[in-house]
């Protein structure tokens, strides 16, 4: 029995420090936050929220430009 836990132990041990470690920095890189992805996102979003209104309004004749898309 004792010729089974020794193995399990000198590699055991090391593994599960190396593990556990990932584990922390993974956790530090999940609730960190980059501010530049942010500005990039929100940049996006505005950009997405006037194509949406240009579409929905249809007064610059884009509207009638996507209808005319959807039938070819």
């Known amino acids: ?4 836990l020794i193995p ?3 590699f055991g041990i090391p593994l599960l ?3 556990t470690s990932h584990q922390r920095k993974m956790k530090v ?3 960190q936050t980059n501010p530049r992805l942010e500005q990039e ?3 996006l979003r ?3 929220e006037v194509l949406e209104r240009i579409v929905i309004e249809g007064n610059s004749g884009l509207a009638g430009k996507f209808k ?5």
């Not at 029995?1 to 089974?4: G, H, P, Q, R, Y």
């Open 68 to 72: 005319e898309l959807e039938n070819a």
């Open 17 to 19: 420090a190396i593990w």
């Open 1 to 4: 029995m004792e010729s089974i």
């Open 41 to 43: 996102i929100a940049a």
């Open 8 to 10: 399990i132990m000198i």
């Open 46 to 48: 505005e950009r997405v």
């Open 29 to 31: 890189l999940e609730t």
